[in-house]
């Protein structure tokens, strides 16, 4: 059974891809999948029960591609090219396919262990990466080929601790930065009351409130972090900070956080 927050995800990722008719019918194919949705509910598993990290499941997957799919579409409305449209080796639709395909399986890796999930994920992906561009795409070998190859490095680049290169992998990378909402702890902080290794970005993540992407002012990108105490800034400093400064969509994107009632800080 699926909950309430992913049958909300999932109807925002749909809406913000009606202009484009093959990104639906991947996400369709994808949301049809019940290899990926067991994959998304176990690496959920093992990273909160087993771990006693944050989620890293279902849900945490369908917010991170909610988050790029509008970055993205932010981007593209103030004519900016995705690497692909620029080096003229696809459509800005086949760069949302990537984006959308890293989004929803960055975290499989999961399912192993933390360390070295990117790496996991991308060989626990590849299967369910290669059924969905054949049932989107069919023969198109070349396509194919091209999306898989950018799904892939944004993936494997979804941690900042690998250099990456393509704007898509880039949106990923901050994609996944930007999901550290209170959600994400509550679960772990609930079942989990011996103090372990990884307990500061719980605690960071629930002192986030709010997390909005949205048109900036000086930058194409405007991320506004809103904080119930200052134990959030180490989540934004130590977590999302670095996936910025790491990413090749740096540069189009301006980012703020603060304490309710407080003065916003300025990060870039």
Known sequence: MKSAKEINLESKIVEKLREYPIC?????????????????????????????FNDHGPVHMRQVTNNAIKMLNILHSHGIQTSLEKEEIGTFEDSMCAVILAGFMHDLGMMIGRAGHEEMSVILAQPIIDKALNAVFGNDLTRRTIIKSLTIESIIGHMSSRKIHSLEAGVILIADGCDMTKGRARIPLAINNTPKVGDIHKYSANAITRVRISKGER?????????????????????????????PAKEYVELYAGVSGEECKCYI
């Not at 991947?26 to 771990?51: C, G, T």
């Not at 930058?219 to 900070?241: A, C, N, R, T, Y």
């Open 219 to 247: 930058k194409p990108i405007k991320i506004m972090i809103e904080m119930s105490g200052d134990v959030g800034f180490f989540q934004i400093e130590e977590v999302l900070l670095t996936k910025v400064n790491s990413s």
């Open 24 to 52: 639906v019918k991947l996400v369709d194919f994808l949301l049809k999948d019940e290899e990926l949705k067991v994959m998304q509910d176990y690496a959920n598993n093992v990273s909160i029960k087993r771990l006693g």
